[in-house]
């Protein structure tokens, strides 16, 4: 039992999971009953006539998640309550039974339509684990439940870029016992939204294994999992989320990827990871919670570790009890996507000059990692032990971040690189990283100045790839 390296190499990602990690961050909405009884959990006793919000704009948090420069939002049509966002036809337990709108709202179509305008992706959360729902537990019935809401939302909202499936479940050792049909959700997904991705109790997307914005140092995308086994993610209760699904990959594990883990793998698939955590401590929202919105130094940190960590990162915003995300969280927002736009806005290494020690074929030569092109890439002739990328930016500049991209079409290749400069006294490295994957953003301990940089890569499988190399200045 062992995978090679030649095979690991190799397995890349299918076109909605290529397009999911495009999306790089994107946002989440918890938005439910819990809002209005200040909870975290419902317990599926609710009145459906205490959901009222007052004020309720689906554009204004669109409008949020624009500001900060995300390009999808995902909304939790049911949380673990069973309360529906959309007048669902299976259940009276939803937006039909509230004031909001005199029963005749559909939240769901407000936000896909609000995200559409705006020009960003739509994507449903719909909670497997359902409190309100008499047929939880009876399995064959709450599964054929399940796809008929499934159905609703997969048909009557246009396209979706993912469908999140949470893995948690709290019933205790006498609660009720789901087996759920994972297989034939899936089937209906990839029948009715073949571009989604299907994350976190879902093939596509693995949740990271905390919900506190960590990344791992070494984020593989390419894992060993065995997709079969669902039904042991059931046979087990939980308190908390801990993401039973994932937990096929180890989703605690440290190293879910190295070389050693893939000596003792049978198979491997490309499971990239999705970091999820929310702007204030809790997902749904708590007034007493307005002063511990997460400051803008956390969520760049977060958001560099995460998109710059090859995983991609799911920011949650909680509307309040009016129907709006609160001030203070819009303002973090935009003071967010004013700083991505001003760091991230000019790659200094565009166009740069750029050299390699190997002459490249099929016309992947060291040009294509600055051309600033999505559809080209550099690959040297043939393996090495290393290989160099030499840039000369024509001018001195201050750079404090270098971004790099594999071309993870072909396969998640660098296993260690290091960043050199060029000073009176020769090249010396002012960086060491690991993996690169979809987008490494290297975080330079202090400005370098200068008019050069090289990209070492030390370690590899098979031949390395890079997209892009982006380098930017550094801001006071
Ligand atoms: C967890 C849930 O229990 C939380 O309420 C929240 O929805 C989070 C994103 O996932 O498993």
New binding site residues.
């Given amino acids: 039992m062992s995978v090679s390296i030649l095979e690991a190499a190799q397995v890349g990602p299918s076109d909605r999971q290529l397009a999911w990690q495009q999306t790089e961050f994107y946002g989440?909405i918890?938005f439910t009953v819990?809002t209005f009884t200040d909870r975290?959990?419902g317990d599926g006793q609710e009145d459906p006539t205490i959901f009222d919000p007052t004020d309720l704009d689906a554009r204004q948090w669109v409008d949020a998640c624009v500001s900060a420069g995300m390009k999808g939002s995902i909304l939790?049509c049911k949380?673990?309550d069973g309360f529906c966002l959309w007048p669902s036809k299976y259940t009276t337990h939803s937006v039909a039974s509230s004031p909001w709108l005199g029963g005749q709202g559909d939240l769901v179509k407000e936000v896909a339509a609000a995200c559409r305008a705006a020009g960003i992706k739509f994507g449903v959360?719909l909670?497997p684990?359902d409190r309100h729902e008499a047929s939880y537990g009876d399995s064959e019935r709450y599964n054929s439940f399940f796809i008929n809401q499934l159905t609703e939302l997969l048909t009557g909202y246009g396209e979706l870029f993912c469908v999140?499936f949470?893995?948690?479940c709290?019933e205790g050792p006498n609660g009720k016992r789901q087996v759920y049909d994972w297989d034939a959700y899936y089937a209906v997904i990839r029948q009715l939204q073949p571009g989604a991705v299907i994350s976190?109790c879902g093939p596509d997307v693995r949740w990271c294994g905390n919900?506190g914005g960590h990344t791992r140092e070494r984020e593989w995308s390419v894992v060993p999992a065995t997709m079969q086994d669902n039904e042991k993610i059931q046979s087990e209760s939980q308190q908390?989320?801990d993401?039973e699904f994932a937990r096929r990959v180890g989703s605690r594990d440290e190293d879910l990827g190295s070389r050693s883990v893939l000596a003792g793998a049978d198979h491997v698939v490309w499971y990239p990871a999705e970091v999820?955590t929310?702007i204030r401590p809790g997902?749904?929202y708590h007034a007493y919670e307005d002063n511990k919105v997460k400051s803008l130094e956390e969520l760049q940190d977060v958001y560099e570790r995460a998109v710059g960590g090859n995983a991609t990162f799911?920011l949650?915003l909680p509307p309040d009890r009016r129907g709006l995300i609160h001030e203070n969280d819009v303002a973090r927002m935009k003071a967010f996507g004013d700083w991505l736009k001003s760091y991230y806005g000019t790659n200094a290494a565009l166009d740069a000059l750029a050299i390699t020690f190997d002459e490249a074929e099929g016309g992947h030569g060291p040009d294509k990692a600055v051309d600033g092109r999505r559809d080209t890439y550099w690959c040297p002739s043939e393996e090495h032990d290393e290989v160099v990328l030499e840039l000369d930016f024509g001018r001195s500049i201050t750079y404090d971040r270098v971004v790099l991209m594999e071309w993870i079409q072909a396969g998640q290749r660098i296993e260690a690189f290091l960043l050199e400069c060029e000073d009176q006294e020769g090249w010396k490295t002012i960086y060491e990283g690991h993996l690169v994957g979809y987008k490494k953003i290297c975080r330079l301990k202090q400005p370098v100045i200068g008019f050069k940089l090289r990209v070492r890569i030390t370690e590899s499988r098979l031949k390395p790839t890079l997209m892009s190399v982006e380098v930017y200045e550094a801001k006071d």
């Fill in positions: 989440f918890h819990n975290e959990w939790t949380h673990h959360y909670s684990w999140w949470d893995g948690a709290g976190v919900e908390e989320d993401g999820n929310s997902w749904f799911l949650n």
